[in-house]
Structures are given as structure tokens and as C-alpha cells.
């Protein structure tokens, strides 16, 4: 057993760490609390998998001694389950402030995560499938040279093994050095080289324009709103279905009450810290749950450098075509007037579709939604003679006949079915404009 003594503790803290429940050897928290210190301070400290808080304690002093030399870092500490210990060992050390505590899955909260990660220890599920997938998802959200730690990786667990196997033969990460069962690697490229978010890759840019775009119902000729199937489907408001719900409730403990509240709270926190870069007035303008987070990724992916004037251009459609969903009409009139310029050879990133066709399309409906039918009315019919994308022509002889006006939801249009009769326009990788 090695000797406790850690020289980032006192001796009161080494003999109080020495108690906190757990696996970590010291030779190992020296080198979480060295590599956490050397973290880039643009990018997030994440711990997966926490347990009672012994490696955590290592990670957030490390934070605290970067934080008094004016190196402000922040720490997210995920795990399904935090023991009862756990937050008293953070406050007795005096670290409870510097760590934000998510009880949920690691891969329920990448799905929510908005920035980038400097420094990432994995210590979750030792799996094979859970771990895989722990590295793969969050390589997608680490910097480039920023450091991961992978736990348990020299013993006989099948997950971790997997992890430095991935990590080192695709050559996407260094070895730094391996102490006390835990390996210290830094990222010299994506796993995937197309996808990640931090930089931006080509690959999730087209997933999230990709994603934008259906929720927008952006590249729908008659401009549908698509729905996720809960939303339509009704409850069975039966008596019987009452009865069991009064039950249910009556039933509920207060612990379980006081744990379903904390939960809740623990989630609306994770929402605002990794979704940041929401509109903070989203709800003042009346914006619709189902267009929150498309208006989210459309301000991080402006935020983006994107030197190809395809992704600007359609960018600039998406963002007219949320200027209409948000009832911003003469702002969606100027950026779909500026589109209409556009040469007829140039398309979208992600669909093989005329940005200039589609956007005169949207531009007639919109003066249409205005009452100047008569503008409306010509653009219909240079469409109709010039467009070579029969969709758009179709919608142009429906629109012609018959005012545009924006569709009231249809409850039975499922996303899984949305805009299927454009796949043969989807744009694959060879295909993208530049």
C-alpha cells in the first residue's frame, strides 16, 4: 500500500482524504492534480464517475491553486449515482464551490453539452460497450492537446483496455505517462476526423444544419412544422387511469419527493451551464419549446469561422426561415431578397437544392403572408418555368392558386416522416459545395 502523502494537502487533509471511500492510489491523485493544473483555461474539467469524491478532491484543489493564481477553470463532476458522502467531503476540503455536481448518465449529459473540455477522467462503467462509448462521445467534445485520464487501464477490465487500445492505435492520442493504474494521454487529432465539436468538423456541421433545418421545416416547399410523437399522442383519461394515478400518489414518500425536486433542479441547472448560449429573452419573445434549441445552435454555429460562402449562405436561409417562425417578417424579407441574388448553380450544404430557388420560393410566400399578392404572384411563375426541382414548381402552382398561409400543424406529420420526398436531394459527403 503506498504512503499517504500528498503534497497538494495539508496534514490534517491527507489524513482526511486517507478516509474518503475509494480506489485511487496516490501516486495517481499527484498526477490528476499535475495534469488538471496544466489544463487549458478555455476549456471545461469533467469527472466521470465520482463515487464519493476522492478523485475529485485531487481535480478541484487543483482548480482552487490555478483559480488564486488569477487561471479561472470550472469542474463538472457527472455519475448516475453520488454516494451520501460525497458533497460533505467536497465542503469539508473547502471545494464544494468549485465543482458542478450533474447526477445523470455521462452520455445523457453529452448530449446537452455546449462546451469545450480541457482536461476529461474517465472512471465510469468498466464495460465494454458503456466505456467505448464514454470515449468516443466526449473525444467529440475535448480540445485539441487537451488531456484525458482513463482509470483502470493497466489492470484486467475490459472497457478501459479498449479505451487506450482505440486511443493509441488510431494514433489520435499520445501516451503521457501511466501512474497507479490511471493513464494520462493528450489529443493530438479526432478519433473521427469528421466529427466533433470543439473545433467544429465538417461532419457534425452538416449534422446540425441537418438537424436546424428539419425543425425549422426550412427545406419543405409548404413550410411544415414537423412533431416528436409524444407531443400528439393523448393519455387515456379513463377513470381507471385516475384511480391508479391517485394511487400512485398517495403512495410517493416525501424522500421521494424531495429526491424528484433535487433531480429536477440538478437538470434545470445542467440545462442553463451547458446550453449557454440560448437567448436568455427565449421566453419574453414567446419562443416555442420546439424551436429553443435549433435557435441555440444557430447562434453557436454563427459563432463558428466559416470561410465557404455555401455554409454562410445557408445559415443566413435558416436564420430567415426562423425570422418567419418568430414573426419577424420584414427581416426575413432583406436576408431572403440578399439569397434570391445568388447564382442558380450554388446550393445548400446539405440538401442538392438551388439556395436562389428555394429562397424565391419562401420569398413569394412571405409577401404573400405581407398581402402583396401581386409580387407574390410573379415570382410563383418564374419558379414554375424556371425551377428544376419539381417540388418547388409543384408548391409554386399550389401557392398561385391559393394565398400562401403558414400551415397549422399537422399532428400526424412525424419527424420520422418529415421531408422524406427530398432524400434524393440529400447531400452526401463528396457532394458538398465549397
Same mark, same amino acid.
Given at each position: ?20 471511500? #475509494?480506489?485511487? $492510489? ?13 489544463? @487549458? ?29 488569477? @487561471? ?15 458533497? @460533505?467531503?467536497l ?51 475535448l ?21 487506450m ?5 488510431? #494514433? ?7 501512474? #497507479? ?21 465538417? #461532419?457534425? $456541421? ?14 419543405d416547399?409548404a ?29 410517493i ?11 429536477? $433542479?440538478?437538470?434545470g ?21 420546439? $424551436? ?18 455555401a ?28 439569397l ?35 409580387i ?15 417540388e ?43
Open positions: 500500500m503506498e504512503q499517504i502523502k500528498l503534497s497538494f494537502f495539508s496534514t490534517q487533509e491527507n489524513q482526511a482524504w486517507q478516509e474518503v471511500r #475509494g480506489w485511487l $492510489l496516490p501516486s495517481a491523485a499527484e498526477e490528476l492534480y499535475r495534469y488538471a493544473s496544466m489544463a @487549458n483555461p478555455n476549456g471545461i474539467v469533467v469527472e466521470i464517475g465520482s463515487y464519493s469524491g476522492k478523485s475529485t478532491l485531487c481535480i478541484a484543489c487543483a482548480l482552487k491553486d490555478n483559480i488564486q493564481r488569477g @487561471n479561472k477553470k470550472q469542474m463538472v463532476a457527472v455519475d448516475v449515482k453520488f454516494q451520501p458522502d460525497f458533497t @460533505n467531503n465542503t469539508q476540503f473547502g471545494l464544494y464551490s468549485y465543482v458542478n455536481i450533474m447526477e445523470s448518465t455521462s452520455l445523457d449529459v453529452a448530449e446537452n453539452w455546449g462546451q469545450p473540455v480541457s482536461f476529461l477522467y474517465i472512471d465510469g462503467h468498466h464495460g465494454k460497450a458503456h466505456a467505448y462509448a464514454d470515449f468516443m462521445v466526449w473525444d467529440t467534445l480540445m485539441p492537446d487537451g488531456i484525458i485520464a482513463l482509470d483502470d487501464t493497466s489492470g484486467f477490465m475490459l472497457g478501459p483496455n479498449l479505451q487500445q482505440v486511443a493509441i492505435r488510431t #494514433g489520435a492520442y499520445e501516451l503521457l505517462s501511466e501512474t #497507479g493504474g490511471v493513464s494520462f494521454l493528450k489529443k493530438k487529432k479526432a478519433l473521427l476526423p469528421f466529427i466533433g465539436d470543439f473545433p467544429l468538423a465538417e #461532419g457534425s $456541421l452538416i449534422i446540425y444544419i441537418n438537424y436546424v433545418s428539419a425543425w425549422l421545416g426550412a427545406m416547399p413550410f411544415r412544422l414537423p412533431q416528436k410523437p409524444y407531443l400528439y399522442q393523448k393519455p387515456n383519461h379513463d377513470k381507471g387511469f385516475w384511480r391508479k394515478a391517485g394511487k400512485k400518489l398517495l403512495d414518500s416525501p424522500r421521494q419527493v424531495l429526491h424528484y425536486i433535487s433531480g429536477k $433542479l440538478t437538470s441547472k445542467q440545462e442553463m451551464q451547458t446550453h449557454a448560449d440560448i437567448d436568455n429573452n427565449s421566453e419574453k419573445l414567446n419562443v416555442p419549446d420546439i $424551436l429553443k434549441k435549433p435557435i441555440s445552435i444557430i447562434k453557436w454555429l454563427e459563432m463558428e469561422h466559416h470561410p465557404d460562402k455554409t454562410e449562405n445557408t445559415l443566413l436561409y435558416l436564420n430567415a426561415c426562423l425570422d418567419i417562425r418568430l414573426n419577424y417578417i420584414d427581416k426575413a424579407v432583406k436576408k431572403l431578397e440578399r434570391c441574388g445568388l447564382n442558380s448553380a450554388l446550393d445548400f450544404i446539405h440538401y442538392n437544392i438551388s439556395i436562389r430557388e428555394m429562397s424565391t420560393l419562401r420569398l413569394a410566400q412571405v409577401y404573400d403572408m405581407k398581402g402583396v399578392r401581386d407574390a404572384e410573379e415570382k410563383y411563375q418564374d419558379l414554375i418555368k424556371e425551377s428544376i426541382i419539381p418547388i414548381r409543384h408548391q409554386a402552382e399550389l401557392d398561385l392558386s391559393k394565398p400562401f398561409e403558414i400551415p397549422i400543424v399537422d399532428n400526424k406529420l412525424l419527424l420520422r416522416e418529415y421531408n422524406l420526398f427530398l432524400n434524393k436531394y440529400r447531400a452526401m459527403h463528396d457532394n458538398v459545395h465549397h
